[in-house]
């Protein structure tokens, strides 16, 4: 049976039995020859046991290292974290957490965007948003494609407070939900397009609603965009990464003030 046959027939609980019997030999026989001058029997009992908790928990470290080495190998060879996650039986915001910045470090072409290289100065951008769940799936789609300065808020009045507070750098984008508490996206884009230190900011409008009147409103609105979030979590950071692309960029920006 060849690699790739034992791969796809083995299932995982057969693989696992096969690796845990593998490194409970290993160990064995490390624990054994670090011990070979022993003489104590009692002694000698205790510390091969000893000796082979040590020995899996170095295996295990050596096991941690090498999985970075091939996550890194197979980000190298096309696949994306989704694909990484999955080899590992966990969530491609598992995978990404577990070995952060893989794209950062192949000058392949990966399925997902690389790191890209970074401005002069960090991109500023402002997340009004208030599903928590979203909120770090935009900062981690964000945060693969570069140093971005992520500030989130939860509605269009926490927004406004910080726009105007003193000292506040003006971002260079503005990511917009629509049904928030307080005030909502509707009305702050209104106040937004309507103050002439605020209104030249971008603003996408990013939501879970396609009805025509959002969209028509958001544009009427002078929304630079509006993009209606897709429910597959792939499409999600995809959608959020071309933002990120076009507005940070390949668009010119106004000057700051």
């Not at 009992?45 to 996550?71: F, K």
């Not at 789609?141 to 750098?169: F, I, K, Y």
């Not at 049904?179 to 996408?204: H, Y």
């Amino acid at each position: 049976m060849s690699g790739k046959n034992f791969v796809l027939q083995t299932t995982a609980p057969e693989m696992a039995a096969v690796a845990d019997a593998a490194v409970s030999d290993l160990a064995r026989r490390l624990a054994l020859h670090l011990q070979k001058d022993l003489t104590d029997p009692v002694a000698d009992g205790r510390a091969r046991a000893l000796a082979r908790v040590h020995m899996l928990e170095q295996l295990q470290q050596a096991a941690g290292r090498l999985q970075r080495d091939a996550a890194l190998d197979a980000a190298r060879a096309g696949a994306g974290y989704p694909q990484i996650g999955r080899a590992c039986g966990m969530t491609r915001q598992g995978a990404r957490r577990r070995w952060p910045g893989l794209f950062n470090h192949t000058d392949d072409a990966p399925t997902e965007h690389p790191m890209m290289t970074g401005p002069a100065r960090p991109f500023d951008v402002l997340l009004v948003e208030d599903d928590a769940a979203d909120a770090m799936l935009i900062e981690e789609a964000l945060s693969e494609r570069g140093t971005r300065n992520l500030v989130q808020v939860t509605d269009g009045l926490a927004a406004l407070e910080h726009l105007r507070a003193p000292g506040t750098a003006r971002p260079d984008l503005i990511v917009l939900d629509l049904n928030m508490p307080r005030m909502n996206g509707r009305d702050l884009l209104r106040v937004l397009k309507s103050d002439e230190t605020l209104q030249t900011i971008p603003v996408v409008v990013l939501t879970t609603s396609s009805a025509p009147d959002d969209v028509v409103g958001a544009y009427s609105s002078h929304a630079n965009a509006y993009v209606t979030k897709p429910v597959n979590l792939e499409e999600f950071e995809r959608a959020v990464q071309s933002i990120d692309s076009f507005y940070l960029d390949t668009a010119t920006h106004p000057p700051r003030a």
